[in-house]
């Protein structure tokens, strides 16, 4: 089993929806551990990633570079190699390569402090106002193209995570093979929007694949093969 780590940088404020609103008063609600500190979900970023491999296989087809193998997965128009990484869909083997939750840097530390903190001072220090050091609220309302005014009832409340938050998680691969990580370097610095509200400026990121404190990095590789 090798162990490789993924980090994430909000570029811009983020809605890792976590499909439930917050009683009457936000519509659009993120994901918080018990103490109200956000994170981003494995199955999230498995699926996130798991797009993007297919993106750039399909730019490798298309360009003719056979940086890895790009055989098609049969009758579901997948490539093979996506497939042997994130596993497929309704099979009882689970897939070798196992994606952990992405929590805020730190984020040991952070919790047993706070933890500490709301036994100690639980009148001061609540999970709301944790929840508010890492979060903002915005509101946004839909337009009506022919009165050019805001439709009625439209009104949306929406809490982001703040643009700038770190997070970082593992992914470990059993039975090792470099293609593997060949695309999935790849594939991490592809997603470059993640969360819902993309097209109103929400969401982008920069990820990056790291093997201990150096980033996992393909790209002379690349390079190499475009210059034959």
């Known amino acids: 089993m090798k162990t490789f780590y993924l980090h994430i940088t909000l570029q811009s404020p983020c809605l890792v929806g976590s499909g439930e609103g917050f009683g009457t008063v936000i519509d659009s609600d ?92 639980g009148r001061i220090l609540s999970r709301e106002s ?30 982001v995570a703040k643009k700038g938050l770190n997070f970082e998680g593992m992914i470990e691969m059993e039975n090792f093979k470099e293609e593997w990580l060949k695309l999935l370097s790849f594939a991490c610095m592809n997603f470059r929007h993640m969360g819902t509200k993309r097209n109103r400026g929400f969401g982008l990121i920069e990820c990056g694949l790291f093997e201990n404190s150096e980033q996992v990095n393909f790209i002379k590789s690349l390079e190499e093969i475009c210059m034959r």
């Open 30 to 121: 993120i994901v918080f551990d018990e103490l109200g500190i956000p994170f981003i979900p494995a199955k999230r970023i498995k699926g996130c990633l798991r797009d993007s491999a297919i993106e750039v296989c399909e730019i490798f087809e298309s360009a003719k570079i056979n940086l890895v193998d790009l055989q098609k997965d049969g009758s579901e128009n997948i490539f093979e190699i996506v497939s042997s990484i994130f596993g497929k869909q309704g099979e009882e083997k689970s897939a070798p390569v196992y994606f952990s939750n992405l929590t805020i840097l730190g984020y040991k530390e952070i919790k047993d402090w706070l933890t500490y903190l709301t036994e100690r001072h």
């Open 130 to 159: 944790i929840i508010s050091q890492y979060t903002e609220i915005r509101q946004q309302t839909a337009i009506d193209e022919e009165k050019g005014t805001a439709k009625e009832h439209s009104l949306r409340t929406i809490r």
